[in-house]
Every structure is written in structure tokens, then in C-alpha cells.
């Protein structure tokens, strides 16, 4: 029996071996073949009508591509975050023969999961072709923008992403689009930077631009809080959802070999609210010089706060176990624990 296509719902780029076909030429459909991705129509899941518009994907797109060149350099928090979705997947009781690796940057998260948990094929998918082709010579790679995503419904065992849903405008359509993509009981397992995430920074902007220019313009982009996010995927029709966070801080010689970080890893400002006028010699020194004054160590060296939420969700499935109906126990917890029930004073 033919294994099913998993089918891509508009022509796309396709950056794989499929059948002569090879990364970097362009493929209206692909003939369905086994393991092979297919075109079959227009796209059918779209994200709200009228989503809020926070960050510019063009600029992204841009940032991203001029930073591909280095990108294994300042990859340390993107290794760390698909560090740990490996160590969540391998103690999964499950087998996800084909998974899909959402904003799949140069394929970190990828290279650690192939095998795990029984994957036996990573469909790499980022809108930067540049870093795609730095993934290696993998599975399939395909081109595609996070917030459209080529999938069919029931099409995946598992959907994974590192560091990449924070930067989406529309982040509850793409949710609905994963949960849709993904087969009954499928598993969601991602991670994205959270509220607390370069707190420092933000605060040290502030200060300096309300100083310097006697206003403030939006520099770092605003991150979902943990208690959101659980909402988030319950609106999206995910089960059992559960949002855990980790919050890393890392620490530079100063502030502005943070800001060479950032840009490194291709996530300086792309916020559309943003100001256009380029930053000033004297606004960016007292930038720093607030950010040490604030929150230099002993030692001279400046922290810097990424708090990461992971995220972990199941499409839904009759097999899934549901709570039970309030009153219906037929237990008492006092006598599970060994111990006397007792009244609660007023």
C-alpha cells in the first residue's frame, strides 16, 4: 500500500532530493510518490481575517537572510531550546514517524530529534531560504512563511518549532493551523520566548530615548506571557495543553556585545511600529550606559533575561482521557491520602 502524500497547498520552492529534484529550483507540484510532498490546490487554512500586525516579516525575512552566513555562531539559545524539546520527546511514549519542524531556522532543532521517538522524517519549513540551506542534506526542506503554513489537515504525527512562534502576528492562526495539520492525538511540542525576555534591554531603551529625545519608540518586541499561551492553544482546539517556562540569563562583557548578539542572530528591531530614523551615536552610548548603571555585576559583565516557554499539546482524540464530571468521585482523597478530613475554620 502507498504510504499518503503529505500535500502542500500552494506551489512553493522545495529544497530536497524528490525525485531529481534538488534545493533551490522552483517546483509547482512534485508528483506524489512515497514520503514525497505534493500540490493539491489552494490553501484552505487561513489565519484570522484581520490579525494585529506587530512585526514586519519582510524586515525579518531580511535580517535573517543577511545574518545566515553566521548563524552557527550565535546559535547558543536555539541549541539549548532543541537540546531540551529532544530530551521532552524522547521520554514520550509514542512513535511520530513524520514531523514538521515550524521556523525551522538552519535545522538545529531537526538534527537533534531525527530518530527520537521513532521520527523517521523532519519536513524542514522557514521562510529564509538562505538558512534552510544551511540545514544540511537532510529529508525535505520547504520554504514556506510560518503564518501560512503548506500543510493538509491530518497530515502530521508531530509539529515542532525552536524559537520561532514569538515572532508570528498572528500567532492564534497559526496554532489553528498546526492543530489542523497535525493527526488525531498528534503531538505539538514548541518553544518561544516569553514576557520576561530581555527585560534589561527594553528598560534601558526606554530610559535612554525618554532622556535623549523626550520619547520612546518600541525597540524590543513584546512576548507572550506563560498564562496567555495555555489560553492560546485551548482557543486553538488543542487537549491537554500545559505551558512550563525557563528562564535563562546570559551575561555580556557589556551592552553593546548584546546588541551585536541580537543582530547576529538576525532578531534586531522588525517591529513595524519602530522608528525609521536611524538610532544616534549619543542615544545608543546612553542606551549602554543606563543598562550597566542598572544591571552590571561586580565583575563589570551585563545579564541579559531570556525566559523561554515550552509548550505542549495533543490534537484531539476520543482515546485522550477527558475530567470527570464534578461530584461524580467515588473516592474520598482523605482516604487515598491515609489521613482525617476535617472542616476548613471560618
Not at 38 to 47: E, I
Not at 59 to 83: C, I, M
Not at 201 to 207: G, H, I, Q, S
Request: charged share 25%.
Amino acid at each position: 500500500m502507498r504510504p499518503a502524500a503529505v500535500r502542500l497547498a500552494f506551489p512553493l520552492r522545495i529544497s530536497a532530493t524528490i525525485g531529481g529534484c534538488r534545493y533551490g529550483g522552483e517546483q509547482d507540484s512534485v508528483a506524489p510518490q512515497q514520503g514525497a510532498i505534493a500540490r493539491t490546490g489552494r490553501m484552505h487554512v487561513s489565519p484570522s481575517n484581520d490579525p494585529i500586525r506587530i512585526f514586519d516579516r519582510a524586515l525579518l525575512a531580511q535580517r535573517r537572510r543577511r545574518a545566515a552566513a553566521v548563524a552557527t555562531a550565535h546559535d547558543f539559545l536555539l541549541e539549548r531550546a532543541s537540546d531540551d524539546i529532544a530530551e521532552r520527546l524522547a521520554i514520550v511514549r509514542r512513535r511520530f514517524p513524520l514531523a514538521a519542524n515550524i521556523g525551522a531556522h538552519h535545522g538545529v532543532l531537526s538534527r537533534r530529534i531525527l530518530g527520537v521517538a521513532g521520527i523517521a522524517r523532519v519536513i524542514d519549513v522557514d521562510a529564509t531560504a538562505s538558512l534552510l540551506g544551511r540545514a544540511g542534506e537532510r529529508d525535505l526542506r520547504v520554504v514556506a512563511d510560518e503564518e501560512a503554513l503548506p500543510f493538509a489537515d491530518a497530515s502530521l504525527d508531530l509539529a515542532v518549532s525552536a524559537l520561532s512562534l514569538h515572532l508570528v502576528n498572528d500567532l492564534p492562526g497559526v496554532l489553528l493551523q498546526i492543530r489542523r495539520a497535525l493527526k488525531p492525538d498528534g503531538l505539538l511540542l514548541a518553544s518561544m520566548l516569553g514576557g520576561a525576555s530581555l527585560n534589561e534591554l527594553r528598560t534601558a531603551w526606554l530610559e535612554a530615548e525618554a532622556e535623549v529625545t523626550g520619547g520612546a519608540s518600541p525597540r524590543v518586541a513584546p512576548f507572550a506571557d506563560v498564562r496567555d499561551m495555555g489560553a492560546l492553544l485551548q482557543r486553538a482546539g488543542f487537549a491537554l495543553p500545559v505551558v512550563d517556562s525557563e528562564t535563562v540569563t546570559v551575561t555580556y562583557a557589556d551592552p553593546l556585545a548584546l546588541m551585536r548578539e541580537i543582530k547576529g542572530m538576525g532578531a534586531s528591531n522588525m517591529l513595524l511600529a519602530r522608528r525609521r530614523t536611524p538610532v544616534t551615536r549619543g542615544l545608543l552610548l546612553r542606551a549602554a550606559e543606563i543598562y550597566g548603571e542598572r544591571f552590571a555585576g561586580a565583575n563589570g559583565r551585563v545579564p541579559a533575561t531570556f525566559e523561554i516557554l515550552t509548550l505542549t499539546a495533543w490534537a484531539p482524540d476520543p482515546s485522550q482521557p477527558k475530567p470527570l464530571r464534578p461530584g461524580s468521585a467515588t473516592a474520598r482523597l482523605a482516604d487515598a491520602l491515609g489521613v482525617k478530613e476535617r472542616k476548613l475554620e471560618e
